[in-house]
T-cell receptor
């Protein structure tokens, strides 16, 4: 089945640690995105990539980093510089000028 | 810059009643508009999209939305609510016509009561 796979579903991070969230798609989509969801705030764009080896900052990129070495993969690293990382993270992908398809999300909690 | 306003963070309806979820947008160019649904602890699923063809858009599960340029609105409706419709609904706008930089509203939680 084609789709977007995010892993892990739940992730716990200690203060000062970097953690990496995985996102893989087999839809042959060129564009991929990372959104952060907090209660009552909707979804906010962290980073997006429209082509391999290229990506742009979204509205809330501080404290996050990404890479796009393969078309299928767009991992997100939450660094220790992100002061409030507890949130639900959603990865999405799309072809050019079409709707976005979403993964099932990763819930990150700082312990 | 584009933006989306969803009026009403919580909406409650009786089973079988009309569902109306409101969405107003702001965009400097003709927009593409989307409604997504999210069930607890899951990703977003596309309900319907407006891409400058017909102004009345039909989606899955009997949902539909009407694009009204004069009112900058894209309200979501369903004639008869079902218990399974209880979820959070997000309106989103894109100026480039797709997943490129979708801007989301803050969401509306729909509750369906017996």
């Amino acid at each position: 089945d084609g789709g977007i796979t995010q892993s892990p579903k739940y992730l716990f991070r200690k203060e000062g640690q970097n953690v990496t969230l995985s996102c893989e798609q087999n839809l042959n989509h060129d564009a991929m995105y990372w959104y952060r969801q907090d209660p009552g705030q909707g979804l906010r764009l962290i980073y997006y990539s429209q082509i391999v080896n290229d990506f742009q900052k979204g509205d809330i990129a501080e404290g996050y980093s990404v890479s796009r070495e393969k078309k299928e993969s767009f991992p997100l690293t939450v660094t220790s510089a992100q002061k409030n990382p507890t949130a639900f993270y959603l990865c999405a992908s799309s072809r050019v000028n079409t709707e976005a398809f979403f993964g099932q999300g990763t819930r990150l909690t700082v312990v | 810059a584009q933006s989306v306003t969803q009026l009403g963070s919580h909406v409650s309806v009786s089973e079988g009643a009309l569902v109306l979820l409101r969405c107003n947008y702001s965009s400097s160019v003709p927009p593409y508009l989307f409604w997504y649904v999210q069930y607890p602890n899951q990703g977003l699923q596309l309900l319907l999209k407006y891409t400058s063809a017909a102004t009345l858009v039909k989606g899955i599960n009997d949902f539909e939305a009407e694009f009204k340029k004069s009112e900058t609105s894209f309200h979501l409706t369903k004639p008869s609510a079902h218990m399974s419709d209880a979820a959070e609904y997000f309106c989103a706008v894109s100026e480039t016509g797709g997943g490129n930089k979708l801007t989301f509203g803050t969401g509306t939680q729909l509750k369906v009561e017996l």
